[in-house]
């Protein structure tokens, strides 16, 4: 149980075109998702915290209007990056915490992002 | 600013041996802490977790030590084996307006045949 997945795994873009990037919960039900990044041999960073129906929480540095996010059900949220740049270039990880849950989160398998 | 490190970027062992990765945090608010497994292009796995109310867990093959006094975690992996190989995280739970994650710089365990 406890299966998040991402959609889609890999994704090569464009300079200037935006990408989403799917995060849903299989088997059960997410309040919060979060999105982290990851650069080679670095660590997560987040990104930002999105609940379900209300807006996101991004973390200091991070382009509200860059980075959209959207968390409409219980079971999937999107990340969209507008306007990628080579710099996007990154692992993009989402997680979710299980409704009712309270430190708990399981990570999705990753999508690479490669911006030409 | 306050963060989770840790001591070792990279740590060799040969198979059969305990490994053992460190992690020490700064916050002294956190109330928990997690290990997490990452593989290569994989999303990170979870281990073993610890809250602050306690001072040892134990799970199969690993061991999680927390010392709040020097604000230390530690990692323990027996009879470590050629799959354990990967970068392990260790994260602390911030206590704000909700919980989030604060990942530590990870460890490359390596671990040869």
């Known amino acids: 149980g406890a299966v998040v997945s991402q959609h889609p795994s890999w994704v090569i873009c464009k300079s200037g075109t935006s990408v989403k990037i799917e995060c849903r919960s299989l088997d059960f039900q997410a309040t919060t998702m979060f999105w982290y990044r990851q650069f080679p041999k670095q660590s997560l960073m987040l990104m930002a915290t999105?609940?379900?129906?209300?807006?996101?929480?991004?973390e200091q540095g991070v382009e509200k209007d860059k980075f959209l996010i959207n968390h409409a059900s219980l079971t999937l949220s999107t990340l969209t990056v507008t306007s990628a740049h080579p710099e996007d270039s990154s692992f993009y990880i989402c997680s979710a915490r299980p409704q009712g849950g309270s430190y708990e989160q399981y990570f999705g398998p990753g999508t690479r992002l490669t911006v030409t | 600013g306050e963060s989770v490190g840790l001591h070792l970027p990279t740590l060799s062992v040969q198979e059969g041996d305990n490994s053992i990765i460190n992690c020490a945090y700064s916050n002294s608010a956190s109330d928990y802490f997690i290990w997490y497994k990452q593989e290569s292009g994989k999303g990170p796995q979870f281990i073993i977790d610890i809250r602050s109310n306690m001072d040892k867990r134990q799970g199969q093959r690993v061991t999680v030590l927390l010392n709040k006094t020097v604000k230390h975690l530690s990692l323990q992996i027996a009879a470590t084996q050629p799959g354990d190989s990967a970068v392990y995280f260790c994260?602390?739970?911030?206590?704000?307006?909700?919980?989030?994650?604060?990942f530590g710089k990870g460890t490359m365990l390596l671990v040869s045949p």
């Open positions: 994260a602390e739970n911030r206590r704000s307006g909700y919980s989030t994650l604060t």
């Open positions: 999105s609940n379900e129906g209300s807006k996101a929480t991004y």
